[in-house]
């Protein structure tokens, strides 16, 4: 048997879709979901093992026309990943139709000649099979205008499990003949930091205001075994700044004697204390970080 590794990345507009379908495919969480746009940042990988394959999935940020300094980084952040991967998928949900920012995409994808690229239509269960029909002849129409020869057309509803084997055959099948690259028992490449401020960021997006996921970044400060605890009793102490542009966003996040602050508190220490697989102190600190978005000394000191 030919066994092939490599790296492949899911791209698309914001809210395609990416995310989900990446957690499915690794069958784990390795990036953040939310139903707000643009809500990965980070570029995060997962890794799925085969026994004719390795397959290390780039969760990228979605290409956008950037309004901040930041969506201008973030963008760059996807087309250097797009430069670097073995195989490309290209996320067009079936409840919309293609458009504009779908040409847009598919237009910059045509320029790589030397990557396959996958289209792949996200979000089936949502839709009748007629308009999933209707939308793979959109993605045959859409390969055929802007000169993207597709390798595979992959329907699939990363909800519903439906062919998401399938698509990770078809991204292994296209991946060059190699080793592989990490260890087996890992399933995830990313730093417990980053991890961890995602996770935070995903439990303080849930029920905000239109204007704030945009401006809260999370940094990890900490992350230490407590070291006067037994061994059959351990607990992590994990220390985080919450960072938003102005004092109105600040009290918006803490809310009411703080009772905001604690529901995302509460709900990132399960999803940390799973990743960790300890129980886990969580200390989270808001912060204001002026126009952080705009700010290139700021951007760096929030790793972006």
Known sequence: MTFRSGFACLVGRPN???STLTNAMVG?????????????????????????GQLIMVDTPGLHRPRTLL???????????????????LCIPADQAVGPGDR?????????????????????????RETVAERLMQVTELGQETGVDWVEVVPVSAREGANVDLLVDRLIAHLPEGPVLFPEGHDEATTDEIAIAELIR??????????????IAVVVEEIEPREDR????PLTDVRASLFVERDSQ???VIGKAGSRLKEVGTKARKEIQELLGTPVFLDIRVKVAKDWQKDPKQLRRLGF
């Open 250 to 252: 600040k009290a918006i």
């Open 202 to 215: 995903e439990a303080a997006l849930e029920g905000v205001q239109d204007e704030l996921p945009h401006s």
């Open 16 to 18: 395609a879709g990416k």
């Open 230 to 233: 037994p061994a059959d009793r």
């Open 71 to 89: 969506g201008e980084r973030l963008n760059d952040q996807v087309r250097e990943t797009w430069s670097t991967v073995d195989v490309v998928g």
């Open 104 to 128: 847009f995409i598919a237009t910059e994808l045509a320029e790589m000649r030397n990557r396959p690229v996958v289209a792949v239509v996200t979000k089936t269960d949502t839709v009748s």
């Open 28 to 52: 784990r969480k390795v990036a953040i979901t939310s139903d707000r746009p643009q809500t990965t940042r980070r570029v995060l990988r997962g890794i799925v093992n085969r026994p004719d």
